[in-house]
């Protein structure tokens, strides 16, 4: 019963470039199926196929086309798409997170060397909601310390230093805690 034991409609055989004979057996219509995915065929596969062969696969083509089951799009709840639905409450989010992110890489061309745990902590600070007041006071703190170090070490007076946090509300607040 599993067995196909229906006999093709026609036989042609084709020669390729290699000048190798090729036989082509066409199908009837219920052997013929819509693929998931386009596959272009070479310019010698083109230039090798009968006007029957051609017109099949244009065929196929068309019905792909039409079948709409392919370009469905099965949609999945994504936390990473929270930005597309709701872009009035995170659009502010995200321009504070490049603000942020902008001003800690400024801090770190001020201070001569990289420090990925400030921009752990500026990441931290706006983007997870879930995080707690302890982590918020200690990440806070770590970017407070770098700013003070910015001064100590006279690679920026305090006036620049505020003229600097001024797109960052974040960077503000933090700003507020320094003590001169």
Do not use: C, H, W
């Given at each position: 019963r599993l067995c196909d034991t229906s006999t093709t409609k026609e036989i042609t055989f084709s020669i390729d470039a290699d000048g190798n004979i090729n036989k082509v057996e066409s199908h009837k219509p219920q052997h013929d199926y819509n693929p998931q995915g386009y596959q272009p065929l070479s310019d010698d596969e083109l230039n090798m196929m009968s006007v029957d062969d051609a017109s099949k696969y244009i065929e196929i083509l068309n019905?792909?086309?039409?079948?709409?089951?392919?370009?469905?799009?099965?949609?999945?709840?994504?936390?990473?798409?929270?930005?597309?639905?709701?872009?009035?409450?995170?659009?502010?989010?995200?321009?504070?997170?490049?603000?942020?992110?902008?001003?800690?890489?400024a801090f770190e061309a001020l201070a001569g060397y990289n420090d990925d745990e400030l921009h752990e902590c500026a990441t931290e600070l706006v983007t997870n909601k879930e995080i707690?007041?302890?982590?918020?006071?200690?990440?806070?703190?770590?970017?407070?310390?770098?700013?003070v170090n910015l001064l100590k070490n006279n690679c920026i007076d305090f006036a620049e230093l505020t003229k600097m946090c001024e797109k960052s509300t974040t960077a503000q607040n933090i700003l507020l805690d320094i003590k001169c």
């Open positions: 019905s792909e086309i039409e079948n709409k089951s392919l370009y469905k799009f099965n949609y999945q709840q994504d936390e990473t798409l929270e930005f597309l639905r709701k872009p009035e409450g995170y659009a502010k989010q995200i321009e504070e997170f490049q603000n942020l992110n902008d001003l800690m890489y707690t007041s302890e982590d918020v006071e200690q990440k806070r703190s770590y970017i407070r310390d770098f700013m």
